[in-house]
Every structure is written in structure tokens, then in C-alpha cells.
């Protein structure tokens, strides 16, 4: 684990490095050295920033969970029941390419500005991610794998929970990393549009101000936010799916 | 202790029905074993599956113990080949979860698993996941975990067959002598001749698909480990290949 945690602390030094090279040689205003923004990201934090990290941490958190809660179990019984998912899958497969960003002003129009329009869209993106993920991982369990356990004596509820849920767990949690990174997105872009808190609203503001020390404070402040999304996702991969890393 | 008559199963696939089963006839006395042997893909699994209450489409009858075959029979273990284990569940997790399973958590359970694990050499491997385990050690896992819920019928397929030879015999021996301990009955599906005969009682020898029976050899030396070593077994593994060689044409 120590070893770990400093390869990332190199990597991220590394990152920073190169931050400051390219500005050095570069010499713009809307491009300013480490330094500079990480001035702006410790000064602004306890006087906005920090609140406006908190309360989009707070959406993209809740918006996983609530995605994560309604697409597993249904991908889950989907991938597992054939006469269903020969009904749905169309439905999916139609719906999931749809790029759900672009009903934002529908679902602002119905939803209002608040909270819940935000946390809606991101659930929305990434429950379709999770959910054909799931799905498939479910739908291409070994049978004998299964039979083996039924023959055990295990009912159906058992079989789900002793032998797809274990063996489908290290997908969903791939899979929910890689969705971590576009609920960031999309957070970042229901933020931008009529909002008045979260780190969207906090870079859009500094943008029109055009103050590039506080715009690369908000970069810093989202970048954290997303390598604190994924390192507890790869956490929670390695204490849970101990097996998958022997 | 088991009973087939006259079994026949056809799969259905989107443009063709395939039969895997025709005809099949034959008996297990209860405490005996019996060898199931033919070409691959002949059906050999199918009927194991049939045994097991796995598979409920077929014609014909099934009795064990006197009774129609059914899903989960709680006295009936089923041994896949390679599937056996939960790569997830540790080997202690794994040997539990056939008793887990049934609600039976209590201390003799425990006990009795641990004994288990004696047996068959596994005590010190209880902490480890299948995947940190060699081929032998997996499947003698596999055998404590079936054993585990205490079987009157043990079904094996192709239980060893992905063995060096050495560990093969080894597993084998450990086999007959559980046999020898528990009395239980035991029907093991092989491809292997060698293993037919060296602990199959009663061995079934079955055509190409679809298959029948085409002989029950009868095998009485069965049952020590000096028989692999005598003129009768080298006698008996000679019938049973020009029975195969026959039939394969």
C-alpha cells in the first residue's frame, strides 16, 4: 500500500512538473504556473471553493449511489433471465446510445434548477453504463458454475447472491470507474448551466471574470474530487474482490 | 440405489434438435461404483446432469433411491470438472457452502468440515482462494465440498482428467478409500479407460451420440490399490477398448 501511494505522489509531482514547464515557455495569462493556481486553490478554499468542492462531491456521490442502487440488481436479473432481457435488451440498446446531456433543458424544464435536475442527469448518464455492464458480465457466467452450486442444494436467491453478485462485482466496480470519470463531466456541465453553487458554477464564474489563477484553483478543485472518486473505487475493489489480486 | 430406464434426451437448438441420449438402460446398486464411460461429447455429461436433477427434459425413468429424480435432491453431490469451485470463496468458504446453504452453521458442521479437510491433506489451505491452489489441491477441494453435505450419491465428471497422471492416481486412491470409509454410492463419468476400470465397479460402457448402451462390464477386483497393478485389470481395460474401438468405427 506505501509502496503505492508513492507512485501516485510521483506521478502527480511528475504532472505538476510538466504543468510548469508548459506555462513557463508558454508565458499566458490564461495559462498560469503551479504556483500561481495552487495560491488561488489555498486561499479560495476556505472562502467558497471549499463549500462549492463539498456540494459537488455531495451530487456526484449521491448520483452514483442512486445509479449504482437501480442499475445492479437490474442488470443483474436481466443478464441471469432470458425471456426478460429478450424484451428489454431492444430498449437498452436503443436507449443507451442517446447522449443523455442533451435532455438537460427538458429535465431542468420539469425538474426545476435545484439539486434534484443535477443529480438526476448524472444518474441518469452513468445508470446505463452500469447497467449494460452488469448485464453483460451476468450474461456471460460459466452455467457449470452455477449448476455446481445448485446442485449444492441452493435456491435461486442463494445463487445470485453466493455465485453471480461475487463473480459480476469486479465488473461493476471497472465499470463504475471509468463512469466516475463522465459523471464528473456531465456534473461539471449541469453546473455550468443556471446554477449557483458547485464547482461548475465556480469555474464558470471565474471564467467570466476572467480570472485564470481562480479557474485553475476550480481545475485543481475537480481534479481532486475525481482522483478521490476513483481511489475509493480501486479501494473498494481491492478489499472486496481480494481474490481477483492473489 | 439408482435406477434409468429407457432415457432419452434431445436438445433443442434454434434449427435443429439434437438427441444426446437414446435408450439409455442401466443400475447402481446403493454402495457400489459405477464407471460411465464412451467417445467425448457422446452424452456422458447429459446423463450425469439427468442423475444429478440438473436436467428435468428428458423421457423415461429415473429413480433414485426408489424415488423420481428432482432438483436438489440434498443427498446427491455433483462434481463438475473444472467448475467445482467458487474462485470468490476461500477453501474453508467453498467446503462450508454446501451445509451454509442448507442453514446448517453449527459447531459439529464446523467440526466435520475440518475433519474433511484433514482427510485430504487440505488443513493448512483453508485461508487460500482456489486460484492459489495447484490442480490436485482444487479438486481434492472440490471432493471435501461435496462431501460436505454428508451424500449418499456422489456424481463425478471427468473429476481428474485435467490431472498429471501421478497426482491422478493419487486422487484416486483418495477416492477409493473414501469410498471404502463412507460406503456411498458413486458414479463417475470418465473418458479415461484406466480410470474406468480402476474404480468403476460396474462399468457402463455407452456408444456415439446418440448414446446407448452398448455393454455392462462387471468388475469385481475393484476396490484395492494393488489393482491397478494385476493381469485382471490389464484384462478388463482390454475389453473395454475394443468395446470403444467397435463402436467408434
Known amino acids: 500500500m506505501g509502496r503505492r501511494i508513492i507512485v501516485y505522489l510521483i506521478a502527480i509531482a511528475a504532472l505538476i512538473g510538466l504543468w510548469e514547464v508548459a506555462a513557463v515557455s508558454l508565458q499566458m495569462a490564461a495559462f498560469p504556473t503551479p504556483v500561481i493556481a495552487f495560491a488561488a486553490f489555498l486561499q479560495d478554499l476556505p472562502h467558497g471553493l471549499g463549500r462549492d468542492l463539498a456540494i459537488s462531491a455531495w451530487r456526484v456521490s449521491i448520483s452514483i449511489v442512486i445509479s449504482l442502487v437501480l442499475a445492479v440488481p437490474l442488470g443483474l436479473y436481466l443478464g441471469r433471465e432470458e425471456a426478460l432481457d429478450r424484451f428489454f435488451a431492444p430498449l437498452i440498446y436503443v436507449t443507451y446510445p442517446i447522449p443523455k446531456i442533451v435532455l438537460l433543458p427538458v429535465i431542468m424544464a420539469m425538474c426545476g434548477l435545484g439539486n434534484f435536475s443535477k443529480i438526476f442527469l448524472i444518474a441518469l448518464t452513468i445508470f446505463f453504463q452500469i447497467l449494460v455492464t452488469t448485464r453483460d458480465a451476468a450474461r456471460q457466467l460459466e452455467r457449470p458454475l452455477i449448476d455446481s452450486v445448485t446442485s449444492l442444494g441452493a435456491n435461486k436467491w442463494q445463487v445470485y447472491r453466493h455465485v453471480i453478485w461475487p463473480a459480476v462485482l469486479p465488473e461493476i466496480l471497472t465499470a463504475l470507474r471509468i463512469a466516475s470519470g463522465t459523471a464528473i463531466a456531465v456534473l461539471f456541465f449541469a453546473e455550468t448551466i443556471a446554477s449557483e453553487d458547485g464547482l461548475g458554477y465556480y469555474l464558470m464564474d471565474a471564467w467570466t471574470r476572467c480570472d485564470w489563477a481562480d479557474l485553475f484553483a476550480g481545475v485543481i478543485a475537480m481534479s481532486i474530487l475525481g482522483l478521490a472518486i476513483y481511489m475509493t473505487l480501486e479501494l473498494i475493489e481491492r478489499r472486496v474482490c481480494t481474490w481477483k489480486y492473489l | ?249
Not at chain 2, 194 to 207: D, M, N, P, W
Open chain 2, 1 to 249: 440405489m439408482v435406477l434409468v430406464e429407457h432415457l432419452s434426451v434431445t436438445y433443442r437448438q434454434t434449427n435443429a434438435s439434437i438427441q444426446a441420449l437414446k435408450g439409455v438402460t442401466f443400475s447402481v446398486e446403493a454402495g457400489e461404483t459405477c464407471a460411465i464411460i464412451g467417445p467425448s461429447g457422446c452424452g456422458k455429461t447429459t446423463l450425469l446432469y439427468v442423475l444429478a436433477g440438473l436436467r428435468t427434459g428428458f423421457s423415461g425413468r429415473v429413480l433414485i433411491n426408489g424415488q423420481p429424480v428432482r432438483p436438489q435432491r440434498r443427498e446427491t453431490a455433483l462434481i463438475l470438472q473444472d467448475y467445482g469451485l467458487l474462485p470468490w470463496k476461500t477453501v474453508w468458504q467453498n467446503v462450508i457452502l454446501g451445509p451454509q446453504l442448507r442453514g446448517l452453521t453449527g459447531p459439529e458442521i464446523f467440526k466435520q468440515c475440518e475433519t474433511l479437510l484433514h482427510q485430504l491433506g487440505l488443513a493448512d489451505l483453508g485461508h487460500l482462494f482456489p486460484g492459489q491452489l495447484s490442480g490436485g489441491q482444487r479438486q481434492r477441494v472440490a471432493i471435501a465440498r461435496a462431501l460436505a453435505v454428508d451424500p449418499d450419491l456422489l456424481l463425478m465428471d471427468e473429476p481428474f482428467s485435467s490431472l498429471d497422471a501421478l497426482t491422478r492416481e493419487m486422487l484416486q486412491d483418495n477416492l477409493l478409500a473414501i469410498w471404502k470409509q463412507k460406503r456411498l454410492t458413486v458414479v463417475i463419468v470418465t473418458h479415461s479407460i484406466e480410470e474406468a476400470v480402476y474404480l468403476g465397479r460396474k462399468i457402463i460402457v455407452l456408444s456415439p451420440r446418440p448414446a446407448h448402451v452398448i455393454a455392462q462390464v462387471d468388475n469385481p477386483g475393484v476396490g484395492t490399490r494393488a489393482w491397478r497393478k494385476q493381469a485382471g485389470f490389464y484384462h478388463v481395460c482390454s475389453r473395454l477398448r475394443e468395446l470403444l474401438q467397435v463402436e467408434g468405427g
